[in-house]
């Protein structure tokens, strides 16, 4: 696995990582997956949806921090959390569709599965 942080955020007081560098991070990589897409019905399809959910991580991510209650926080976590598996679900359907090839598909897909970890120990942080 590589260590990929977001430009500008190694050697701060924060993790080495910002959640919203990261998540916004994730956006753009899907942004460029979409646009590498073949232009065929499938890959607009499947390049649609991947585009919807890969770039609603950050945006409701940022949302959640904004949240004015802990139970608000973890709804919109929660959506969070849907978003990033359903991000997993299409880029596995690229992969099996042949329309992307898996060793290109693993860092995203790993990012995306550690996204979903991240934000599920959120969630029951919240909670307690």
């Not at 990929?4 to 942004?31: C, H, Q």
């Not at 004015?68 to 959506?79: L, Q, T």
């Not at 992969?95 to 550690?114: G, H, R, S, T, W």
Request: hydrophobic fraction near 40%; proline fraction near 5%.
């Amino acid at each position: 696995m590589r260590n990929e942080y977001p430009e500008g955020s190694r050697g701060t007081v924060n993790p080495p990582y910002d959640l919203k560098d990261r998540t916004k991070a994730f956006a753009l990589r899907m942004i460029r997956l979409v646009e590498s897409l073949p232009r065929t019905p499938t890959g607009n399809v499947i390049g649609r949806q991947l585009l919807r959910c890969g770039t609603s991580v950050g945006a409701n991510y940022r949302a959640a921090c904004r949240a004015r209650s802990s139970a608000e926080f973890c709804s919109k976590m929660g959506i969070v959390e849907e978003e990033a598996d359903e991000s997993i679900y299409w880029m596995e359907l690229l992969i099996d569709a042949n329309l992307v090839a898996p060793e290109l598909m693993a860092y995203l897909i790993n990012e995306a599965n550690e996204l979903v970890a991240i934000v599920v120990a959120s969630i029951k942080t919240a909670r307690h």
